[in-house]
């Protein structure tokens, strides 16, 4: 690896820049998928601004010719440097990580080592994308009652109990005219179905089929504000959400709006994404090595690159069939298909105009 007067390496990027030569839309975060080369992600002295307001460098907004594919990997476990990353650097791939804050440098929790904030900065600066997961793994839409319930009853039926695996928070049931706050002390399932156990009686009857439980306003800001904040204030760039469960309705997304630019996993049926209709509160996700097998990806990434789409792949490195052979194979295929590999928060930039 070449290094400048200051001993500092050169990436691609800044060899690119000190002969002078366009970089043909190569950001940090954005790059052609070249196997044995390293990112950069340093800005240059460009004054575009963002949506938000603040100062960009024109070189970094990058462009998409032709398809391209975004990694968002799942929670934040080491598997995600231990194992991804190595073999994305093998191919100067970025991707993005979906980070749950409160798991952040835990040991042995749930199975799995997580990430410290040390881990996080250096796949920042390899050109990697630090999304919120938010801060406790917590579902963030609205389930529907499959019950009646009355005002006696502390035991709620909804279409899925994830609000459940997070006791302590409170949930608002709500039919549009009537709503009760109650917080959530137990979850499990009975003859009826899966419940979740309240600290005390409704107070009022709700009917099945019209009434939901979601986290209540309040709740949702706690949930994606303090994520957010929480790795900004570690020094991280944050600006997209990777939705826990793969649950996102109306309720998440129009709380996500106030805090990102961005839900990855709006839609896990799919990894394919319209380039000039790309929509970042509407996207399409798929897992690459989970619940699939190489040639269906193999065969769907062909797609990609004929129809020039934006491909979204998800995986959660934990996860025993997640192998560094796994991820090689695909960003192999990528890399003969001609396909571009770029962050999500790089996919919305470039499709912005």
């Known amino acids: 690896m070449e290094r400048d007067s200051t001993g500092r390496r050169l990436t691609r990027r800044h060899l690119i820049a000190t002969a002078g030569v366009s970089c043909l839309g190569l950001g940090a975060g954005c790059s052609a998928i070249r196997p044995g080369g390293e990112n950069g992600n340093e800005s240059g002295n460009g004054n575009e601004t963002d949506g938000t307001g603040d100062e960009t460098d024109s070189e970094d907004v990058p462009t998409i010719d032709g398809g391209a594919v975004v990694f968002v990997y799942d929670d934040g476990p080491m598997a995600d440097y231990e194992t991804a990353f190595p073999v994305h650097q093998e191919f100067d791939a970025p991707a993005s990580t979906g980070i749950v804050t409160e798991w952040m440098g835990r040991q042995d929790f749930d ?35 499959v019950e009646d319930a009355t005002a006696d009853d502390t035991r709620i039926y909804p279409e899925e109990r994830n609000h459940g695996f997070n006791h302590g928070n409170e949930i608002e049931i709500t039919d549009g005219d009537t709503s009760v706050r109650r917080t959530v002390v137990n979850s499990n399932t009975d003859g009826t179905g899966g419940y ?22 309040d709740v949702m800001g706690e949930f994606l504000e303090t994520s957010k904040n929480t790795l900004e204030d570690h020094g991280l760039t944050v600006d997209t959400l990777l939705a826990p469960y793969d649950v996102v309705d109306e309720w998440a997304i129009e709380h996500a709006k106030e805090y990102y630019d961005g839900i990855a996993n709006v ?73 571009q590999v770029v962050t999500f928060r790089d996919a919305i930039r470039a ?3």
């Open 351 to 353: 499709t912005s105009e």
């Open 196 to 217: 979740l156990e309240l600290d005390e009686a409704l107070g009022e009857s709700f009917s099945a089929g019209e009434a939901v439980e979601r986290y209540p306003d």
């Open 267 to 339: 839609n896990p049926d799919s990894m394919h994404n319209d380039r000039d209709a790309f929509d970042p509160f509407d996207t399409h996700r798929t897992y690459f090595v989970e619940f699939t097998n190489q040639e269906t990806i193999e065969t769907e990434l062909d797609r990609v690159a004929r129809q020039e789409n934006i491909a979204i792949l998800g995986a959660h490195t934990f996860k025993e069939e997640v192998t560094a052979d796994r991820i090689r194979e695909t960003l192999e295929w990528i890399d003969e298909l001609g396909l």
């Open 111 to 145: 199975g799995s080592d997580w990430m410290t904030v040390e881990h996080l900065d250096e796949l920042e600066s390899a050109g990697w994308e630090i999304m919120s997961h938010t801060t406790s793994h917590t579902a963030l839409g609205e389930f529907e009652l």
